[in-house]
């Protein structure tokens, strides 16, 4: 009987503590949401009280977005330790590659009306694209690039950093240095990336008008879509006995690397796989808010990915995309009310969330679902008895 | 149909195709000796952690390894294991692999495996699963992700559950094992990783003496197919297992015999405890 209930309760344990049980629900109602408020937007009349406005389109697609961001955050931190506070770089990166196709989609119907080359260059009086954009015109080839770019520069990066071993909070100021220096250097006119203002004025995407509500609602779907494969990929990566060694190696990297691992190889590629996700997230970001600019590199939005994931409970992948979904809604909702409080409760929450919830908010409720099933297995077994 | 059936035989779930196999490293001990350390020296800070110290340990052998705190016992295993690099001197695994030009994953590659002083087990993962992350794989990252438990490693898993008696905790995580069970565990992860030269620091530390004397029997079981090196300071237990212990003093080898040799060696009495008790010794 005792190893009866033993058994019984270490499975229990096992599966409210396995990481991503609750993906494909997750993703299920995504997809619900997802196609709710498209046929909202679409079929059904401003009057009516199933219509979902585009703003509201716009805003759901900017925060998926964010809790795309917040996973990648949750995927390097939350399972190999590797505390990044330069996230947004990569998904700034990944901005810019989708910022740079739709400049060149713009064509001659920018304010100065050259077909050659976006208003900010004729601006600057230069006479010709600059190498880098060339090729921007082809949708796939900007993509990859927005891509390829993030990853190579999260690959040299975590190669350079791992393999002299740099952990902890060492690295967590590096990762802070790079998007500060990127930040810097992309401020700069004569990189060739408009400077201050950074990209924006876009008109279409694939020949479609950014503006019109189809067009929303198809990237808000993508996005939805996105988030979902990146989410289910994750799962299956962090379930596989790859995840199994990333978490060994943030458990304890010494013996993972005298059982024979290469520890610095593991956390390149997940490094590397989480920018991407990040660079992802940013190429959608873009078309949806309609501008990128080097804002987006500062080293406080790092910092703020990584209070979501916090919030919401780091090594969940659940976790990380809910935080990331309540705080940008609340900061909606606050910032409308009363943008001075913002910052001041975003940090109490933080505060209070590693004070109070170590495990975050996701952590809560699965505590919480523990306790009830405890109780219930512990009184049927007293009546056994 | 032959086809189908070879395309069946070579799809067989319950198998490891052979390049995804770890590469069989040859240790060459035809002069019956598997590890050399040669003029060994290592400092840090001008403090000299080794001094000019030669170890041969045999092939198959139970070796003990004791000395007072500082003696260097862990520096060496951090030397042979490749993660600390010496001054000077060589280390040797067989004849003709050079340890210095490794690092720690191609070492345990080669099949030497290690346990710290300090139990270290990976606590959020399962006992099963810590088992199963030791076992000898083909450990690139490739490999791992498509990685899938074979019939055959099961099986060893499940043997090496049974030795080490945690057949019944195979599922609870071993952050949640008894101080006992975790020093088990990660001898189980030794065991698991088939390793040809097991290093073993401290493995009765924090033991209740029935835990002891099971660890005894474990590890003297091991010798003959595996070589063990155990450092301990509990003579009791280096009593009960070795045949022949090394003396381990400010970095250097100061003796090395049977427990009763060393025992008598006046050398080890001056060091142990004090002058006095040598010539009392040797006047006895």
């Known amino acids: 009987m005792t190893i009866m209930s033993s058994l019984l309760s270490n499975q229990l344990f096992k599966r409210s503590g396995e990481p991503g049980a609750v993906v494909a629900p997750f993703v299920g109602l995504l997809i619900i949401v997802t196609l709710f408020a498209s046929v909202g937007n679409l079929a059904f009349s401003e009057t009516s009280i199933f219509y979902v406005s585009t703003y509201t389109i716009t805003l759901l697609g900017k925060y998926l977005c964010y809790a795309m961001l917040a996973l990648a955050v949750d995927i390097v931190w939350g399972y190999c330790g590797i505390l990044s506070l330069g996230h947004a770089a990569f998904f700034a990166l990944g901005g810019y590659g989708m910022g740079m196709y739709l400049m060149r989609q713009i064509g001659d119907r920018g304010v100065y009306g050259n077909p050659l080359l976006p208003d900010f260059m004729v601006f600057l009086n230069w006479q010709e694209l600059p190498w880098y954009w060339q090729g921007f015109d082809n949708f796939g080839f900007a993509m990859l690039m927005a891509l390829a770019v993030p990853g190579l520069l999260a690959f040299v990066f975590g190669w350079l950093a791992f393999r002299s071993r740099v952990t902890g909070v060492y690295l967590s100021i590096m990762t802070q240095a790079l998007t500060y220096a990127l930040m810097l250097a992309f401020f700069r006119n004569e990189m060739g990336f408009g400077g201050n203002n950074g990209l924006t004025d876009f008109k279409d995407i694939l020949g479609f008008n950014l503006q019109s509500d189809t067009t929303r609602v198809a990237l808000l779907a993508t996005t939805a879509f996105m988030l979902s494969v990146t989410l289910l990929l994750s799962q299956a990566i962090m379930k596989s006995r790859f995840g199994k060694v990333i978490i060994a190696v943030r458990d304890t990297e010494s013996r993972s690397r005298f059982l024979g691992y290469r520890t610095e190889r593991y956390k390149v590629w997940l490094f590397v796989y989480s920018a991407v996700i990040a660079a992802i997230a940013g190429a959608l970001y873009v078309p949806q808010i309609g501008i990128i600019n080097p804002g987006e590199f500062t080293p406080i939005n790092s910092i703020e990915v990584v209070i979501w994931v916090a919030i919401g409970g780091r090594g969940t992948l659940i976790g990380a995309v809910l935080g990331a979904l309540l705080v940008n809604y609340a900061k909606t909702r606050l910032t409308a009310i009363f943008p001075e409080a913002w910052l001041f409760a975003l940090g109490a929450l933080f505060v209070l969330v590693t004070l109070f919830l170590p495990k975050g908010l996701f952590g809560l409720f699965g505590s919480l679902k523990n306790k009830l099933v405890s109780s219930k297995t512990s009184s049927t077994a007293e009546e056994v008895a | ?284």
């Open chain 2, 1 to 284: 149909m032959e086809w189908l059936e070879s395309a069946r035989e070579t799809f067989r779930r319950d198998q490891v195709w052979n390049f995804m196999l770890p590469e069989e490293v040859h240790v060459d001990v035809s002069k019956e000796v598997i590890l050399y350390v040669e003029d060994l020296s290592v400092s840090f800070d001008g403090f000299k952690a080794i001094n000019n110290l030669n170890l041969y340990i045999n092939d198959g052998e139970l070796r003990c390894l004791i000395g007072a705190n500082g003696a260097g016992k862990t520096t060496l295993m951090d030397i042979i294991t490749g993660k600390t690099k010496p001054d000077s001197g060589s280390v040797w695994f067989g004849q003709t692999h050079n340890l210095l030009e490794h690092d720690e994953a191609a070492i345990a590659h080669m099949g030497i495996g290690r346990k710290f002083q300090k139990p270290t087990v990976f606590e959020a993962h399962s006992v099963y699963t810590n088992l199963e992350l030791s076992l000898k794989t083909n450990k690139g990252v490739l490999q791992t992700l498509f990685a899938r438990l074979s019939t055959k490693q099961k099986q060893r898993i499940d043997e090496v559950l049974e030795t080490i008696g945690l057949t019944e905790q195979q599922h609870m995580e071993a952050g949640s094992l008894s101080h006992g069970q975790k020093q088990w565990l990660e001898i189980g992860m030794l065991l698991a990783s088939d390793s040809r030269l097991l290093l073993v620091d401290e493995p009765v530390a924090g033991m209740t003496a029935e835990e002891t004397e099971k660890t005894a029997e474990l590890l003297k079981s091991l010798a003959g197919k595996h070589t063990v090196v155990v450092v301990e300071h509990d003579m009791e237990f280096v009593r009960s297992i070795a045949r022949t212990v090394t003396v381990l003093h400010q970095g250097s080898v100061l003796a090395e015999g049977t427990m009763d040799e060393i025992q008598r060696n006046k050398d080890v009495i001056e060091v142990y405890l004090g002058e006095e008790h040598a010539d009392q010794a040797g006047a006895a």
